[in-house]
């Protein structure tokens, strides 16, 4: 588990610093000019920040899956060289699908308006810039909405019905209340992190609706960053037992 927040800490760490020096800019200024190669990369590093984390948060519910639901197997199925490997895997999943998105967003020709509404360069913001046909590119995004976005929101929604059902059959309440606390701050990651990309992306941007799927934005891009650490970080026995003993 601590590979895994590690692995989640420091994509983080790269989104924050792709989305805030950006955001801070437009805050002060008002606005501000990008070319194309720049809004591109932008995109590029929040696209692979935000798809590695889905994969993650959703091997991270398996481990959780085995620690509670198969815990005499845990120790074998995660072994280090498997989380390494993990870890490897959900770094280049992320960069095969960035590649892909980026690749079809620079094949696109543009010609006429400039102006993105929006506090970065956003895969549909861009779109709307294209005078070339997009429907080809629709078809696109919701293949990889399903792959990189609904395949692993599923696989966590089914891991925690299993991990819900082993911790009811648990007699103890001491026993009941430790399960949960072991999967508790991903959880709660989960519910935040997943529950404002997907409303962000079903609402329709016209109108006061726009303005609520930029302020869900925020929450996925820079609120999420921002609570992680303190999610995991309060839950922690080792952290509190570090704070009591400064405290003394």
Known sequence: ???????????????????????????????????????????????????SECFLLTVMSYDRYLAICKPLHYNSIMSQSNCIKSAITIWSLGFKITLLNSMSLCSLYYCGPNIIHHFFCDYLKILELSCSDTSWIS????????????????????????????????????????????????LTVVCIFFGTLIAAYLFPEKGQLDILSKVLSLFYTVMTPLLNPVIYTFRNKDFKKAIEKIKS
């Open 1 to 51: 588990m601590y590979l895994f927040i590690t692995q989640l800490s420091l994509l983080d760490i790269i989104l924050s610093t792709d989305i805030l020096p950006n955001l801070l800019y437009i805050i002060l200024h008002d606005g501000r000019t990008m070319s194309f190669p720049e809004c591109i990369i932008q995109f590029s590093f929040f696209s692979h920040t935000e798809t």
């Open 139 to 186: 078809i696109q995004t919701y293949v990889v909405g399903l792959i990189g976005i609904v395949a692993p929101f599923m696989i966590i929604f089914i891991s925690y019905i299993y991990i819900g059902i082993t911790i009811l059959k648990i007699k103890s309440i001491t026993g009941r209340k430790k399960a949960f606390t072991t999967c508790s701050s991903h």
